[in-house]
């Protein structure tokens, strides 16, 4: 028997088995929901100042353009980054980096973890972003590309079209999501801490994580 065997036995004898008068599981329509999906209310351009605020709290580097501006500020970002590789996925708009002088990298499935690691930056999109809790998400879209490739890179810059890519709250974001794609729920750039609460960024995601709100100016 292996070590799983053992533990799974373990687990089913400390578990009570179910039997007649065993009460059903509630189904999800039977779940109560009046809990508040929404903590005060709030204007479009509201929402989007408190994304950016909380954003900003975690760390992340908060940056606003308009569609017009948005290649020019990719690439002084970049060059700022000193970055001479970005990573780019299928679907990512060509023009966001016309006007970058980076050499790009595809998203490709056959790239190694150490590959990724030797990539300077990553340009994405997202899926959304909830203005509660300062958190950006990736469901693997055409313009995210894999999970991977926002993990390994030290550098992430993320583009958030504002507002339509903005929620109030995780009730609202999680109506809009596909529950059966890969997640990332991203509020900040890497980060924890050890017992003595001493931070330490980078050890599980982007050491930078910077964000582009699109919208007009």
């Keep these: 028997m292996s070590s799983?065997?053992?533990?799974?036995?373990?687990?089913?004898?400390?578990?009570?088995?179910?039997?007649?008068?065993?009460?059903?599981?509630?189904?999800?329509?039977?779940?109560?929901?009046?809990?508040?999906?929404?903590h005060g209310a709030r204007t479009p351009s509201g929402r989007v100042d408190?994304?950016?605020?909380?954003?900003?709290?975690?760390?992340?580097?908060?940056?606003?353009?308009?569609?017009?501006?948005?290649?020019?500020?990719?690439a002084r970002l970049l060059a700022q980054r000193g970055s001479r590789t970005v990573l780019v996925p299928p679907g990512l708009p060509p023009d966001w980096l016309s006007a970058a002088d980076q050499t790009p990298v595809h998203d490709r499935e056959a790239s190694t973890p150490q590959e990724l690691d030797r990539i300077d930056s990553v340009v994405t999109g997202c899926a959304l972003a909830v203005a509660e809790t300062g958190t950006v998400v990736l469901d693997g879209g055409p313009d995210q590309g894999r999970r991977r490739i926002t993990l390994i890179p030290d550098h992430h810059i993320c583009v958030i079209r504002v507002p339509d890519q903005v929620v109030d709250s995780v009730p609202q974001a999680l109506e809009r999501l596909d529950p059966a794609r890969a997640?990332?729920?991203?509020?900040?750039?890497?980060?924890?801490?050890?017992?003595?609460?001493?931070?330490?960024?980078?050890?599980?995601?982007?050491?930078?994580?910077?964000?582009?709100?699109?919208?007009?100016?």
């Design 50 to 74: 408190l994304l950016a605020a909380n954003l900003t709290e975690y760390r992340a580097l908060v940056h606003r353009t308009d569609e017009a501006g948005l290649p020019l500020l990719l």
């Design 4 to 38: 799983k065997d053992r533990i799974l036995a373990r687990i089913r004898r400390a578990v009570p088995q179910p039997g007649p008068d065993t009460p059903a599981a509630p189904t999800a329509s039977e779940i109560p929901r009046d809990y508040l999906r929404v």
């Design 183 to 217: 997640l990332t729920w991203i509020s900040g750039p890497s980060a924890t801490s050890d017992i003595e609460l001493d931070r330490v960024e980078g050890v599980h995601g982007p050491r930078t994580l910077e964000i582009v709100l699109v919208g007009a100016q």
